[in-house]
Antibody
Framework: EVQLMESGGGLVKPGGSLRLSCKVSGFTFRIHSMNWVRQAPGKGLEWVSSITRSGSETFYADSVKGRFTISRDNSGNSLFLQMNNLRAEDTAVYHC???????????WGQGTLVTVSS | QPVLTQPPSASGTPGQRVTISCSGSYPNIGSNYVFWYQQLPGTAPNLLIYKNNQRPSGIPDRFSGSKSGTSASLAINGLRSEDEADYYCVAWDDSLSGKVFGGGTKLTVL
């Protein structure tokens, strides 16, 4: 069974940092590109970042470029998102999402809530 | 502001046909595939349509997708109460080098 389990969310002050993790199981992690997608409370979906299978290429939404860094550990079946200089508008549930050749978003984790507030 | 434009809401009665539009531009919809996702209340999104008009296994043929130029549409035939959900279109954007979502359409079954 495919499973993606995010962790690392919480309450942080503006300007602070958090590191999100996503532990996956039930599939061969190293052959899939991976994504982070967020959803602010009561709002729509927003793609945040993607990383290729080997980690050699990364992509970011303009809203997080220069502040967030995506990475992965294929030996540990884990995806990460380092979030620095957090802003109130980064408050959202962050989902770890698998990519497949036919579609950008396949299996989704349940998400971890990040709240940026003073 | 989302790069792709969707109507914020749509509605229909059981059995009706409803369409949801997704408007973009040349770097996204005009140059790349469109995908549609359904998000039922309190759940993670589910892939409905891939590569403009393809249905994954398990998705009823009541759902169909189409694309023309820089716009795409999702059609739902024979509307059912369980179709009440949020619907999102997604595409790759060559100018942004990233994936872009529509703002989402909340479908209400009256």
């Amino acid at each position: 069974e495919v499973q993606l389990m995010e962790s690392g969310g919480g309450l942080v002050k503006p300007g602070g940092s958090l590191r999100l993790s996503c532990k996956v199981s039930g599939f061969t992690f190293r052959i899939h590109s991976m994504n982070w997608v967020r959803q602010a409370p009561g709002k729509g979906l927003e793609w945040v970042s993607s990383i290729t299978r080997s980690g050699s290429e990364t992509f970011y939404a303009d809203s997080v470029k220069g502040r967030f860094t995506i990475s992965r550990d294929n030996s540990g079946n884990s995806l990460f998102l380092q979030m620095n200089n957090l802003r109130a508008e980064d408050t959202a549930v962050y989902h770890c999402v698998r990519e497949i050749p036919d579609a950008p978003f396949d299996y989704w984790g349940q998400g971890t809530l990040v709240t940026v507030s003073s | 502001q989302p790069v792709l434009t969707q109507p914020p809401s749509a509605s229909g009665t059981p059995g009706q046909r409803v369409t949801i539009s997704c408007s973009g531009s040349y770097p996204n919809i005009g140059s790349n595939y469109v995908f549609w996702y359904q998000q039922l209340p309190g759940t993670a999104p589910n892939l409905l349509i891939y590569k403009n008009n393809q249905r994954p296994s398990g998705i009823p043929d009541r759902f169909s997708g189409s694309k023309s130029g820089t716009s795409a549409s999702l059609a739902i035939n024979g509307l059912r109460s369980e179709d009440e959900a949020d619907y999102y279109c997604v595409a790759w954007d060559d100018s942004l080098s990233g994936k872009v979502f529509g703002g989402g359409t909340k479908l209400t079954v009256l």
